[in-house]
């Protein structure tokens, strides 16, 4: 099956750092990829869609300018949490919707715990 | 907008029994709805994909229904082991928009 790896699985870091995460599709080429975070005991809230080459479509109450996406390539994009504070721990999962396949068939990473101190 | 919901949030069973988990949401047109679980700490395992032209799909012990008019869908567990101790997510797949929508989860615990 269709597998979307997700780097770094967690990562700590500072209050003020920006941290990036990676997610690519390694079998297949996905048009588009989605980006949620999920705080703990809730469910899982879209934050931004991103298509290859285009700029991010984000949700309302996602900052844009916090949460920058990059989909430079059909297998890869890129989160990148800009002078994080300890609200912006959470677990961030990307999904990547493949080339051609059934519509809305998604294929998930497996997430990337951040923690802020 | 869609919204999904999952009722029970969460449910405790005796190993062996056959249990319901349940979906609803609001917008009907939809293209497909999907069932996954989560691991605490993990991310998503996807169970079970019903096209929006399906009334049910099955793979081992999972079964999960779509009746579309009524905007429901459940996922019925068979023969429940403590390995499928879980929170189980629905999420509803919107064309207009491109967007899945996850509902509030069930919080499964299979006793032995």
């Known amino acids: 099956g269709a597998v979307v790896s997700q780097h770094p699985s967690w990562v700590i870091c500072k209050s003020g750092t920006s941290v990036k995460i990676e997610c690519r599709s390694l079998d297949f080429q996905a048009t588009t990829m989605f980006w949620y975070r999920q705080f703990p005991k809730q469910s899982l809230m879209l934050m931004a869609t991103s298509n290859e080459g285009s700029k991010a479509t984000y949700e309302q109450g996602v900052e844009k300018d916090k949460f920058l996406i990059n989909h430079a390539s059909l297998t890869l994009s890129t989160l990148t949490v800009t002078s994080a504070h300890p609200e912006d721990s959470s677990f961030y999962i990307c999904s990547a919707q493949a080339r051609g396949g059934h519509t809305g068939e998604l294929f998930f990473g497996e997430g990337s715990r951040l923690t802020v101190l | 907008k869609q919204e999904v919901t999952q009722i029970p949030a969460a449910l405790s069973v005796p190993e062996g029994e056959n249990l319901v988990l349940n979906c609803s949401f609001t917008?009907?047109?939809?293209?497909?709805l999907q069932w996954f679980r989560q691991d605490p700490g993990k991310g998503l395992t996807s169970l079970l994909l019903?096209?929006?032209?399906?009334r049910e799909q099955t793979s081992g012990r999972l079964n999960a229904s779509l009746d579309k008019s009524s905007g429901r869908s459940t996922l019925y567990i068979a023969a429940s082991q403590p390995g499928d101790s879980a929170t189980y997510l629905c999420?509803?797949?919107?064309?207009?928009?491109?967007?899945?929508?996850f509902g509030t989860g069930t919080q499964l615990k299979v006793e032995l």
């Open positions: 999420a509803a797949f919107t064309g207009g928009g491109n967007k899945l929508t």
């Open positions: 019903i096209q929006s032209s399906q």
């Open positions: 917008d009907s047109a939809i293209y497909n």
